[in-house]
């Protein structure tokens, strides 16, 4: 069983920056791919980024290219999602996922989840 804990939200004004973290226990934190989803108000989750095992391979969403990064270290069993020229559509919860499978860019290849944690972004 993965444990995976969300750290790094907040408030911020449009065209600001936040960096996210995702610290995992509980399990090989390099034998899962991982992933940043979102979930707006009265939306479904979608997703933002994703990273394979070793790290090298990043998958973006086509709303973040360019402003939004992933990456990993696997001696600290953590990732990170440094967000740029954030919107105030990218106010959402943000939340980690890990998995075993190949499917990192839908909800249900997810076997694990974090609890979330808040970004908010201001006009």
């Known amino acids: 069983q993965v444990q995976l804990v969300e750290s790094g939200g907040g408030l911020v004004q449009a065209g600001g920056s936040l960096r996210l973290s995702c610290a995992a226990s509980?399990?090989?934190?390099?034998?899962?791919?991982m992933a940043w989803f979102r979930q707006a108000p009265g939306k479904e989750r979608e997703f933002v980024v994703g990273?394979?095992?070793?790290?090298?391979?990043?998958v973006p969403a086509d709303s973040v290219k360019g402003r939004f990064t992933i990456s990993r270290d696997n001696a600290k069993n953590t990732v990170y999602l440094q967000m740029n020229n954030l919107k105030p559509d990218d106010t959402a919860v943000y939340y980690c996922?890990?998995?075993?499978?190949?499917?990192?860019?839908?909800?249900?290849?997810?076997?694990?989840w974090g609890q979330g944690t808040q970004v908010t972004v201001s006009s």
């Open positions: 990273i394979s095992r070793s790290g090298g391979v990043t």
């Open positions: 509980g399990g090989t934190f390099s034998s899962y791919a």
């Open positions: 996922g890990a998995t075993s499978s190949t499917i990192w860019t839908r909800s249900e290849g997810i076997h694990y």
